[in-house]
């Protein structure tokens, strides 16, 4: 397999999280190689702390870069003086073939610049989208959510193509042949919802590249009455956003009831637990930028090693899959069956 | 006080609801007076088997209606072929000037058709609005969120006149004398975000009319930051019912770890009411229709008993406060500001 980029100087806790979950992913999979682009002097301090097997080592390579993005700077910081970031320099891997992905925790915006500057958008693909994962704890499996951000407004069209996109992601990721494809909106009736989502409704009712099951509204998020959930990124980024927020308030009330009763304590633990592991939306790290040119997996900027480890394995996924040309193919062959319906 | 009518048919479970929760109503507000619009033989049904104080009937008067709109009825069909429902009926009742305001449980579409129909929108107020409750549990406290569906878009001046809508609304219904507004959007950076909310952020900065907060982003939703949120209907609609979803998505969580082990459900019950009592956005009934020349407001269709007088109280602070004529004084005097600065 081909090496994978890391921008270890990203996310909140750069090196000291990002640089042992690398050194955890190569543990795991035994034909990974790395590139741990960031400050070599830091990365090294680290690894030398690092306790565990030294011939992991063979399988890291360490890129050198001279400064950082931070969550601060506005993205086009990252094109006008950040050239020799961390950032820029790992998404530059992939775009010049010395690894097959890339991997950051660091600031989305920016991340997503640098992929559109480096890599180029794939061809028919207008606008790029990320994705999120979705957990539906009821039935103990996920759901995804896009474009939760890379966008903010996005016609039909674009509407559309985000769910060819997930569906092709979906699948890969989840085995899943043919993931049912839903509109997000704020009714389930027909006349509900904006000009953009009829727009898109119609081309996923007439594509039939798709199961599409039509609008699904956001109490039903949770639900799993679809595989891929698309939104623009307004939607999306308030969407789960808001949901963490729920999730944060709920876990406040149960330390509170808790402590009104010390009899109580014995439940908030696994509680506590249950819903980090089942709920919690920023638990499931590893949103995929997609519509590129190559493959660029973002972390939470709060992702712990554990979470960012999950990322990296995300990227593996993807490369193994290779995702962009399984995208490339499912937009071609769509537009070619709508072309065709056209002439009919 | 004036009286209210109340569309006694709306809602999942119509008069077996609607008519208690009027007695209890009118229990609590010795100075109330109720119109009852429905189905007249069915309300006296109810009536003759509910105990209580048979005084309290004085104060009812009954308002026979030939029809109901159902959930199903696109809005328009309450104009077109239900000019004798329940719900044209008793908004008809503010029209007339019967009724000083008017609480229904029934189709938010047909209602709000039917209130810019037959009551007119406010001068100057370009767009209606729907006001929702937001629950603040480490503080103990609500905040407001609008618009959560009234329209699908807006543009900055609309986002700007919910501002001042919601402030005034808020000011009345909790004695905050200048409530603090922020914009809802998917970042604090002020470059985030759409051209409306962008366009919307300059006029609260410019009116000086309001405590404005800037941007608010969907995790801090429920943490108190502002106590009146703006967005627009889509925004607001997904927001509110995606956090519903993940409210019912903890409640299944919580019994699942409860059925694991049997010392754990002593918890399960205080939490899951702790919840209910303080999280769930769907307990926050009566959310007003705004913007309109008279008092309308809204109840969860699948309101309780409790949950029903809680939207009549809403409507009778609204009518003491006499908020219509509030936002009217208020948006004149807005509009009266910018165009001084305009002149300077």
């Known amino acids: 397999m081909s090496a994978i980029a890391i921008d270890v100087m990203g996310g909140d806790f750069g090196p000291s999280v990002t640089v042992p979950a690398s050194l955890d992913a190569l543990q795991r999979h035994p034909d990974l190689q790395l590139h741990l682009v960031g400050d070599r002097p830091h990365i090294e ?27 601060d700077d506005r993205p086009v910081t990252v094109l006008r003086g950040k050239r020799n970031s961390s950032m820029y320099l790992a998404v530059d891997q992939v775009r010049s073939g010395k690894a097959a992905a890339c991997v950051s925790a660091g600031n989305t915006g920016a991340l997503l610049l640098t992929g559109r500057h480096l890599l180029r958008m794939l061809p028919g693909i207008r606008k790029p989208a990320i994705i999120a994962t979705i957990p539906v704890p009821a039935l103990d499996r996920n759901c995804y959510l896009l474009d939760v951000g890379a966008t903010v407004h996005s016609d039909g069209e674009q509407l559309f193509q985000f769910g060819l996109m997930g569906a092709v992601v979906v699948a890969s990721l989840t085995g899943r042949k043919c993931p049912r494809v839903g509109l997000l909106n704020i009714g389930a009736e027909e006349y509900k919802g904006s000009r953009e989502i009829h727009d898109a409704a119609r081309l996923f009712e007439r594509s039939g590249a798709l199961e599409y099951v039509g609008f699904i509204e956001g109490d039903r998020l949770f639900s799993g009455d679809a595989d891929v959930l698309v939104c623009d990124g307004f939607a999306g980024n308030l969407t789960i956003k808001s949901s963490a927020g729920v999730v944060h308030a709920v876990e406040q009330l149960i330390h509170q009831v808790a402590a009104a009763d010390p009899d109580r304590s014995s439940m908030a633990a696994p509680l506590l637990d249950a819903i980090r592991q089942k709920i919690n939306p920023a638990r499931f790290n590893g949103a995929s930028l997609l519509g590129l040119q190559g493959i660029i997996v973002k972390s939470h900027g709060n992702a712990d090693r554990e979470a960012f480890t999950w990322a990296i394995d995300q990227a593996i996924k993807e490369v193994r899959n290779n995702v962009p040309v399984l995208i490339a193919d499912r937009i071609a062959s769509a537009f070619q069956t709508t072309s065709q319906t056209n002439q009919e």
Not at 49 to 61: I, K, T, V, Y
């Open 45 to 71: 301090e680290i690894l030398q702390d690092c306790a565990g097997d030294r011939a992991l080592l063979q399988r890291l390579e360490l890129v050198h870069s001279e400064s950082c993005v931070s969550d």
